[in-house]
Nanobody, 122 residues
Framework: QVQLAESGGGLVQPGGSLRLACAPSRRTLSTTVMAWFRQAPGKEREFVAYINWTGRNVAYAHSLEGRFTIYADSAKNTVYLQMNTLKAEGAAVYYC???????????????WGQGTQVTVSS
């Protein structure tokens, strides 16, 4: 089974930017949909964004549109999440996930990464 490795988390000030990366351990199917979810302390895991490897199918959580950008670099076999104008409520563990359909359902059967911590604080 493919393993997903996230990187790029850290501490950022409110209003700052951060870029997360997710690298599968091997090439996935061309039909694989890569997604980001996040889970803040005391809250349920929630959908952030998804993308397919061609980059033609992209979707975001409504509240994050315009500030977050997901993109895929198939040559590097890596999916990125560019987060701009981060707010305090953006602090969470961010998880990369892979599945074969365009679902925002956190309970869908997926392959999950270990997560990377994003802290938003001055």
């Amino acid at each position: 089974q493919v393993q997903l490795a996230e990187s790029g988390g850290g501490l950022v000030q409110p209003g700052g930017s951060l870029r997360l990366a997710c690298a599968p351990s091997r090439r996935t199917l061309s039909t694989t949909v890569m997604a980001w979810f996040r889970q803040a302390p005391g809250k349920e895991r929630e959908f952030v964004a998804y993308i397919n490897w061609t980059g033609r199918n992209v979707a975001y959580a409504h509240s994050l549109e315009g500030r977050f950008t997901i993109y895929a670099d198939s040559a590097k076999n890596t999916v990125y999440l560019q987060m701009n104008t981060l707010k305090a409520e953006g602090a969470a563990v961010y998880y990369c996930a892979a599945t074969e359909d365009y679902s925002r359902d956190v309970n869908r059967d997926r392959t999950w990464g270990q997560g990377t911590q994003v802290t938003v604080s001055s």
